[in-house]
């Protein structure tokens, strides 16, 4: 992500914040300081800003401007701008740059964005095996890849990946020692088709500065370094953290997301979610007679099910996230599922002790008696409902962060219904 | 992270893998596989481990043992071990190591969890601005410095942190360039106190390889690496999931956490919850004779505040994630809730039609218009909720991440209730 040459540490802000701080201006303010900056400051300013904020820019600039820009701009960088503009506006974007950084430009944009492909750079350090150390500086010197890119010098073997060996290696070792010697000769790598959450998750995992991306065949065509991981992996975290609240994944920022786009993520659930709730009013109507015969037993209506929905919204929550962070596995299910049974267990009792008083003076003795007893149970299954449903989605290959609080809460406030009542007619009536 | 000599790529299979392999494992056969391993692969992979482990192996292990494996682990995770051990055990476990070491660990020791000198090692490249890129060089393959520390060299003047350089850049320069020359002299750092996810955020945000930790007084006293400030905020984003369906904070990881913890952590907020719920119930005892008069009111109760929960959830998780990564600042309040109220108007709208056709049909025509007139209103009202309760709890200096789903919902519960029975007061009766 550093500009071709010249280093943004020259200047007094960084070039993240002077993004920041442009994406909070005035669109034509930002088009004049953009145009203002020395051509490396500007792409690395440029390149931070938001995919809309570049592309409303980018339409604005003169043909020339923009080509310079581009030749200033890192692949990866260039790539992602391509990618946003229209298609013609692309053709002679790519057309004015010079052949080389336009053949990077579109290996890079062929990959698909939610994919290793569509993250990684083609800017990266790698030389044959018999290279010695010295002579691996000196290449390093001459290509001088971006910072990031640089530190693990990958081995190739007739394009094919070989080896890597970390530049701290290259250093301490001596000038004619090969890199055949001192590389990791299965050094961990990803496809350009898998998944980018896939990818950023093995940087995490094995604390990779750069993981070597690669084709079928084993040729090298990429690396994504760790901060590209770790930008991807926070987009990732922020879907999961939408669908955790039954919103559809928003691939803007939320600063510049529109109202149409918030409305139709949102909009989904909480339909589909109206139409699980049928169940419950299904239920209250068929226990129409107790509702007026014992009407103190809809007071405790909200607080039961809520209960029982929250209880359900930590258990799935907890799960989702150890399933996505990769600590826990679906082997996992029987052993987490009886500790869950103890834990509810415990929480059952506790909130039906809670809620008892509240029942013994709103409505007596009996009504204290169903109010507890239901309380008990709904936690329980709200508790077991939310812990198992990720783990089903997972099993039939569904996505387990649709296990969200309210589709838990839906799915208990049907039962609960049902439980409630039916143990307030085996009590009262 | 890595073995102070010898290389982690020597061995086939990753020292993470291993760990997480044994983490599955019998705990004797555990001790056994560590014990048999060679002492530079056993403390990569010992490292590794996950606290409640690491603890359980050293306790087990004799004197020698523990000091043989502490005199190969680096300074942060030795600094870990100590922390995880009973006072008397980390006294003796200090008081073997060589006293370099010892001086390490303890002034690691020092510093809080959650703080970013909880987070550092003492393990970095440092030198003074006058040495040029050859001394730098030597300099940095006689004390070698792991892999990750070394990609920035620091630059001190007299112990206090004046520049950085990228390790890149002292490759491409020229020997007798100076460091001073070469280096940025703003240098972006953290105080040792500071919360570790400001440290972790600022490595996020500025793509940083390597972040320098200074005192008060600027004097240098460790770095955090990428890699470990991904992995604190991995565990702080795991916090925030947590808080948002009210499990307070878990520091163990989920497959290790005991019964007692999780019903601890996640008991507090369900028993807080049920006396919020009070307010519903007394609206409803107020109400009690319109329930008895129009009782297919009580049909749509579940539907209408869950679906005021559940837009409330979806407002507040956006904002709480936004807040969260640094995107949405208390400054854009005013915007987005404009936003809001045109988002929510229109999601309020749809649902209202949606259940209208359900409240004819289950009541009638007036019941119809009580129903998706409160629909209308609740959704509404919980989105405005639900977007506005991150900013005040920050405003007022508390942590947004408080504002979870259950607790909008338990908001929004209190109040549809009367928003609803007035409604159906207003129509009906």
Known sequence: ???????????????????????????????????????????????????????????????????????????????????????????????????????????????????????????????????????????????????????????????????????????????????????????????????????????????LPVLPVVEDDGRLVGVITHDDAARALAAETTEDFQKTSTVLPISETIRDAGIGLLYRKRVVWLALLVFGNLFSGAGLAYFEEMILTYVSLVFFLPLLIDSSGNAGAQSATLMVRAMATGEVEISDWTRLLLRELAVAAGLGVTMALVVAPLGLWRGGGEVALVVAATMMVLVLLGSLVGMSLPFLLSRFKLDPATASGPLVTTISDGVGVLVYFTIATLVLG
């Open 1 to 207: 992500m550093t500009a071709a040459a010249g280093s943004l540490e020259d200047w007094p802000m960084h070039a993240v914040d002077e993004a920041v701080r442009l994406g909070r201006m005035d669109r034509d303010e930002v088009s004049q300081r953009i145009a203002s900056l020395p051509v490396d400051r500007r792409a690395a300013v440029f390149s931070r800003l938001t995919p809309r904020l570049q592309v409303d820019l980018a339409e604005a600039m003169t043909r020339d401007d923009l080509a310079t820009l581009g030749a200033a701009m890192a692949p990866d960088d260039l790539a992602d701008l391509a990618g946003l503009l229209g298609a013609e506006a692309r053709a002679i974007f790519l057309a004015d740059l010079d052949p080389e950084l336009r053949a990077c430009a579109e290996r890079l944009i062929a990959h698909a964005a939610g994919t290793a492909g569509g993250i990684m750079t083609t800017d990266y350090a790698a030389l044959e095996a018999d290279a010695t150390a010295l002579e691996t500086l000196d290449s390093l010197r001459r290509k001088a890849p971006e910072e990031a890119a640089m530190q693990r010098v990958l081995v190739l073997n007739e394009g094919r990946l070989v080896g890597a060996v970390p530049l701290r290696d290259v250093i301490l070792a001596p000038d004619d020692a090969r890199l055949g010697e001192l590389m990791d000769a299965a050094p961990i790598h990803v496809g350009v088709g898998e998944d980018r959450e896939t990818a950023a998750r093995l940087v995490a995992r094995y604390d």
